[in-house]
């Protein structure tokens, strides 16, 4: 039943070395069947070179396997968290990709200084806020789902399709897991030109309200025209 | 009529993310016949690896569509704003090329620092000013090639050969397709190796005038003697 | 009867290139066999592209040629010195890697500031002590693998497995060849990432110690539960 | 009877866009055969991909053409410079690699700040001086060799295998053109670490004197024990 999903996630899987995301095993990509309540996710710390269909590991929504061998990544509980949370996110995508993780690492937000970012959302990216001692001690990649949630309360996931998780590294979503993985290539690539942009100017930006919206807009508003229809 | 244009304009948008100057679909290159009233450019948010003859649409300088099924990039009113204020440009680069992106984006132009800018251009490449809300709300893609024409009422195309539209990436141009692109890999160099000298020295430049005028001369002057005559 | 022994280190040597670590002939990687008492070590200064099995070198503890008909790596000393004093490193892997040297040119630590470092190690990666002129004179690369054993007397080389050599280099190890040399790979993606961090915020860190003791435990204490059991 | 200096040519020009030291065609090798007093040299502004060993041109010292049916590199003038100088020099380098061209453009010598730049050689990178206007309009390309020449007046090109032309970039030199290559190649490398390295700390190094010697002279002191005899 859940061919096509495996399928998508491991493709998806596989792309993030390709575009130069992942180091070793870092990164994981899952993605959902809302029909059948079923997640296809990453099996832990497996090599991408080694990872056939048989790997991706099924899960409920509240984490028990439905089939595979294999011990899910560790970080299944914040992607779980995620989907329960927004029906609109058909996937996700944690990676440590190097640019994206120096902004966590210095606990900032990514600021919206250019058109490449308008492209991806209207808003800066944003950072959780710190975990408690508790939280972390309890169920810490639950409560990384949490924090990620409340990131998104005032905005969505549709408007702000990654946000980064403080000290730790980014994680984004969309519709499909080809979506998710395109929202992580261009945060990373995003987040580099920030940095290179705070070296030129400290105090660079934000960019003008106008353009932000007109490229926002053109790429994802109810009268884009970015693309073919 | 077109064959060889369309070809022209497949394989410089190819060669966009051979040269590294692309991520995803970002970027386009149009070229013009000007014999025939013609521009050809890349379809917009269309994939390089897919990307074939049959993509490239053909437009007339109004934006008209002549041929093709796609729907032209969005960046289309900016090409045929360069084209019709300037007989000597051939084809038309757009890329958000990361090192070139993060000047616009410090909205800052690139100083002349060094030999390596001096052999694309006598002059720092130059910023557009600020759209306003206007103008982004009326014809933001035409008013791109508006402000672009401004920055070059001065030096012109052949001198110019390239631009960095405020707050979004660079713009380069030339008498043909091949020779564009050319021109946007080296602005890209000239933009990292510039940001890498402002690190080690920020109030760094600008190279000494003889040399400068010696290396653009002994390249693009009536003497010139760099390559093959 | 090294043969396996040989394999490992030829393997773990053309890994270095494969990720980027070395330049030219740069660095070295061994491994011991505590049952035969035997080191295999990289031959002094021999491409890549060209190193077979035959050129792989073995030694003894003291650094006497078991087999062989190169010269060793002249790191051979400092290696050695490890094997001697930690009996729970395998291999060890030396290279100059280039965000990893950076620190140790600029005689800092690497300070603790993400999950991805927590990965590796729970604490901050150390820095040797100056050498003496005495020391550099009699036996420089003992000497190093002197000032390695001092850095590695508080935790030991399973909860440290890397330092920075100061004004030179850094060295890795690990239970095997494979093991080090995914330390080395870590190593140098977490000096890339905390470099950029500090150039967003000269003051970052240190990651709070619930969250750094929680990731270093998930991958490395008695009840890890990251990677497939 | 220079068939094989064309060939060491040919291949030490090949190997700089190999190492990523070159974009389009910048960047140049040459190597003289001193018994014949004939120089091979690329031609001026062709691309490498297309470069054969009919391209290759043969000099004599005073920039005569022996051989060849192509313009000679702009920058012939420069190696035949160092050439008649230096009896020890058997090829010259020439690219605009990027780090070590970003210290040109800043204007600063490259610091001597860890063992793997005490590896290539025991002294700071120098810069020539500033050309003047006389210099420049005379002869351009000659006056630069004269400036290279004047900055190994202390050391010769033997301690020091490189060197950076002020707003300009680096040449190379070494016995053969494999060598010179090579040290290009970790000129650059040195160049990178150094940026680096100077982001952690504004005020690092120099590196110990002690640890400095011993280095260089380990690789090229007259017992040196680096590599195989």
Redesign the interface.
Known sequence: MSESLVTQVLDANRALPAHGLV????GNVSAIDRDQGVVAIK????DYDELSAEDIVLLDLEGDVVEGE??PS?DAPTHLALYRAFEEIGAVVHT?S??A????????EIPL????HA?LSAHAIPLTR??T?EE??ED?EGATGTVLIETLAEHGPAELPCALVR???PFCWGATADKAV?NA??LE?VA??????????AD??P??A??RE?HFQ?KHGPNA?????
Chains 1, 2, 3, 4 share one sequence.
């Open positions: 180091t070793l095993t870092w099996p832990s710390g497996v294999r011990r560790t440590h190097t640019w993780t120096a902004w966590a690492q210095a606990e900032r200084l250019g058109t490449t492209d710190q975990l001692d972390i001690d810490y000290g730790h590294a395109q290539v261009t690539e580099r030109i920030a940095l290179l942009t705070t070296v030129l100017d660079a930006g960019l003008a106008a353009v007109k053109r025209y970015y693309g073919q229809s």
